[in-house]
């Protein structure tokens, strides 16, 4: 699955998700020690530039981190969900074109290696339905590069 809109309101809110996900054939330790860094982002993340943190928490919820992109913009997430080896979960509150996103990081073992799945739910409030599509499509764009980017980052070193 890519991205689907999941519906348009009467008062203009646009909703949808976003899922991609890459098998990684490196062990789940290695995986989880990658995307549990989460100022590392430049490591793997399409056009991140840097990233630091903003909470004195580094790891598990709460831990906090302002994103820069090569482009100029920045984004600020929180972590809202965590279990060590398993998944994360985060939310942006500044910095992107939406009124909601949480996303999450998911590794699930496989027979050789994992499966990592970086899942989405966006809001956006506006009469552009058109934009909110094109935003989507673009973020599912952003998941599948970056997916990749770490498969061969993990796959390379081991």
Do not use: C
């Not at 998944?87 to 496989?110: F, Q, R, W």
Request: hydrophobic share 35%; proline share 3%; no cysteine.
């Amino acid at each position: 699955m890519v991205h689907v809109i999941l519906g348009h309101s009467k008062d203009g809110h646009h909703t949808g998700t976003v899922t991609q996900s890459v098998s990684i054939n490196v062990p789940q330790n290695t995986v989880w020690r990658e995307i549990s860094n989460i100022a590392g982002l430049a490591g793997w993340v399409e056009g991140v530039k840097k990233t630091e943190f903003l909470s004195k928490t580094k790891r598990g919820i709460g831990a906090s981190r302002r994103i820069f992109f090569e482009g100029g913009d920045e984004v600020i997430e929180y972590v809202t969900g965590w279990e060590s080896g398993k998944y994360l979960s985060y939310i942006a509150t500044e910095g992107l074109p939406l009124d909601g996103y949480h996303a999450t990081l998911s590794i699930t073992p496989k027979s050789k290696g994992v499966q990592l799945t970086w899942t989405s739910f966006l809001i956006s409030r506006g009469p552009d339905r058109r934009a909110f599509e094109e935003f989507l499509g673009s973020m599912d764009s952003f998941y599948r590069n970056s997916l990749s980017t770490i498969k061969s980052k993990l796959e390379k070193t081991t």
